[in-house]
């Protein structure tokens, strides 16, 4: 029978709802092989969900890592997921630190923002919502509901609240940065949801093709954000480009529907992303 393999989920690290090891666990009743775990510019959740992983489901440790592109005016925001590097790299480390930082600091000025229209949410009630994982607009939204203000996460996306009005840009990586340290660090990069043009501006193909040049090694194409011409053509540019395609859900847990294992990658497609990694970050095995 062919594997299951999931390689992109968020637990209570960043903005999913269930804690690394609670994940591990609904990955291996969802019927998964492989998982990996990606929070948004952390590696704090890798050693729990090691621990707690169950027999038979093997572990890709991994981070999404929160990117800019400077090529354009405005900068366009984008993810890159990044498997198996060394979570020890200092440059790389410093990064995402300085990233999780940013994070606190727009959050923090979002919901000056809200306060500023008399909305009742506060921000040490927020912090405390992500619980020391790195914080996000998910976490912000929760207080909106609390607060009654809207019913759903997706509904706090839209353009009246964090999707437009209470939307602030955060201080990302430079994305050809960002590359080179993944790589510098052992890991492998590949670029998440690239033409998910339903959350906003996408890079043109132009500049995938030059990050494929510095170490970019694939292309997430089945993706909920994704239609299916957007699917299509990733896998077309990928295929042009001798990059590799994942699929993968982005669970978030309850912030999100998409389920566990909603979206796959091939064996092969694994095997090649686990070659390229040269760190001293491996599979972990439960
Ligand atoms: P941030 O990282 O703070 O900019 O917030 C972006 C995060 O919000 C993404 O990683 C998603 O997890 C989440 N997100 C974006 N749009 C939606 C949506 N419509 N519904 C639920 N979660 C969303
Ligand atoms: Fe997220
Ligand atoms: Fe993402
Ligand atoms: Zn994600």
Redesign the pocket.
């Known amino acids: 029978m062919r594997s299951r393999i999931d390689l992109h989920t968020?637990s209570t690290a960043s903005?999913g709802t269930l804690t690394p090891a609670e994940l591990v666990r609904a990955a291996a009743e969802a019927g998964l092989d492989v998982l990996a775990l990606t929070d948004?510019d952390t590696t704090a959740g890798w050693a729990s969900a090691v621990r707690a992983l169950p027999p038979g489901l093997r572990l890709v440790r991994g981070a999404?890592i929160?990117c800019r592109w400077f090529g354009t005016e405005p900068a366009v925001?984008l993810?890159l997921l990044a498997y198996l590097f060394d979570p020890d790299a200092p440059e790389l480390v410093a990064e995402l630190a300085r990233v999780r930082a940013a994070?606190e600091e727009?959050?923090e000025r979002i919901v000056a923002l809200l306060r500023a229209d008399g909305i009742d949410v506060s921000w040490p009630e927020i912090l405390a919502g992500a619980a020391g994982g790195t914080?996000?607009?998910?976490h912000?939204?929760q207080a909106l509901i609390r607060a009654g203000l809207v019913t759903?996460?997706?509904e706090?996306?839209g353009p009246d609240w964090?999707?437009e009005r209470y939307r602030l840009p955060?201080e990302d990586i430079e994305v050809f940065h960002a590359v080179r340290l993944v790589r510098a660090a052992g890991g492998v990069p590949v670029f998440a949801h690239p033409r998910a043009t339903r959350?906003g501006r996408i890079v043109p193909d132009a500049l995938i093709a030059e990050l494929a040049t510095v170490g970019l090694a694939g292309l997430e194409a089945d993706h909920e954000d994704h239609s299916p011409a957007e699917r299509a053509h990733v896998r077309a540019l990928a295929g042009e480009l001798g990059l590799v395609v994942t699929g993968s859900s982005?669970f978030?847990g309850t912030?999100?529907t998409v389920r566990l294992g909603a979206h796959t990658t091939t064996e092969e497609a694994y095997e090649r992303i686990v070659a390229e990694a040269s760190g001293v970050t491996g599979v972990a095995y439960g």
């Open positions: 968020h903005d948004h999404e929160s925001p993810h994070r727009r959050g914080v996000g607009r998910p912000i939204a759903t996460t997706n706090a996306f964090l999707g955060k959350r982005d978030h912030h999100k």
